[in-house]
Structure formats: C-alpha cells, structure tokens
C-alpha cells in the first residue's frame, strides 16, 4: 500500500524557535496533502490543505503565518510552527491523496512537538 | 469542523466478547471510513463503505451504514487484547479533507 512518512517523530524545542516537519509521499504523488492536529485524547483537526505548487487553505482559526505550508513537490509537504509556543504542543499528522478514485488518504505516523 | 460523532466514547470488554462502536454525522457524504489509532502513534485506516453501500466486512470487521439516519456502527468480532486503542470515524463529504469524530476508546482485556 501507499507509504507517507513523517520527518521528525518528535521534536522538543524551547518557545520562540521555529520547527519544520516534513510529509513525503514514499511511493506514490500526492497531489493534495493535510495536516491535521492532535490534542491528548482528542480527535483529529484538519489545520490546512495543499495543493502541490499552490498555496495552502487554511481552516478558520488557523493562523497561516504561524503555520507555514510548502508543497513544492509532488513528494513533499512541509509544516513549519514559527514562534513556538507551549500550546502549539501537540501531535501533528500529515495524509496524502494521489491521483486515484478511492479517496483514500494515506496518513503519516505522526510528529510529537513539545515546546518548553 | 468535526462531524462525526462517536458512541461510546470509551468501552470495556473482555476478550472473545463483541465491541460494537457508533457514529452520526450531519450531512451527506461519498464516504465513511474508520480509523484505529493505538496511543501515541499513527492512523491505521481500517475500512472505507461508500454512501451506495449498506454494510461491508473485513476480516473480523463489520461496517454498516445507514445514510437515512446518518449513522455508521463498527463491529469487532472475537475482540482480542491487541484491539485496544481509539477508533474514529471520519467522513468524506466533499472528495478532500476527512471530518473526524471524537473517537471510542476501546479496552480489551484478557
């Protein structure tokens, strides 16, 4: 099946630093990719999708320049949180879409950011 | 937004015994899937059933839906230990993004 993996699987930074974690599709093109957040023991909020070559669309209450999202390639997604704050901890996870009929997204293991 | 709605939201059983979990959502979808998640880790997808389909199995999983009701229900058979984890449901209503529900916390013990 369809591989994305997901680079760091966790991170720790200290408040004000920026991190990028990145979303690559192993073995298939991803035309479209999302991230979404995770809080402890709750559910999965989609943050902003991407296109590749054009610019994300974010949710509503997103901020797109703490969150910066490049699809530059048909392989590759990267989610950078600029000016790390302690609530920006938390478990953030990236799927991809391909060019199929199924609509099956094919989702990353996930990046565990901590900021201190 | 979240959709998806899942019941319960935690569920205890022993091994051997059936697990059945529930979701509702608000508006018309192409398709439900369901996710397990095992604690601190990644989705696992489990199972998609479109909206033109009423029931589909897979392996000891049983999906149903029922779009007049706007519900879907996964049943685990002969549940083991290793079900233990989260499961969501999430629909697809427009082709793109998946509307996650809250989840069921399911705990298996032996």
């Known amino acids: ?116 | 937004s979240q959709q998806g709605e899942e019941d319960p939201q935690a569920l205890s059983i022993q091994e051997g015994e059936n697990a059945t979990m529930n979701c509702s959502y608000k508006t018309s979808i192409n398709n439900l899937q369901w996710y397990r998640q095992n604690s601190g880790r990644g989705l696992v997808h489990l199972i998609l059933i479109r909206s033109n389909e009423r029931e589909k199995h897979s392996g000891r999983l049983r999906v149903t839906l029922d779009t007049s009701k706007k519900s879907s229900s996964l049943l685990i058979t002969a549940s083991r230990a290793a079900d233990t984890a989260s499961y969501f449901c999430a629909t697809d209503a427009s082709g793109y993004a998946l509307n996650f529900g809250k989840g069921t916390s399911l705990l298996v013990t032996p």
Not at chain 1, 16 to 36: H, N, P
Not at chain 1, 37 to 59: D, I, V
Not at chain 1, 88 to 96: E, G, H, L, N, Q
């Open chain 1, 1 to 116: 099946g369809a591989v994305v993996s997901q680079h760091p699987s966790r991170v720790i930074c200290k408040s004000g630093t920026s991190v990028k974690i990145e979303c690559r599709s192993l073995d298939f093109q991803a035309t479209t990719m999302f991230w979404y957040r995770q809080f402890p023991k709750q559910s999965l909020m989609l943050m902003a999708t991407s296109n590749e070559g054009s610019k994300a669309t974010y949710e509503q209450g997103v901020e797109k320049d703490k969150f910066l999202i490049n699809h530059a390639s048909l392989t590759l997604s990267t989610l950078t949180v600029t000016s790390a704050h302690p609530e920006d901890s938390s478990f953030y996870i990236c799927s991809a879409r391909g060019r199929t009929a199924t609509y099956e997204q094919y989702f990353g293991p996930g990046t565990r950011l901590t900021v201190t």
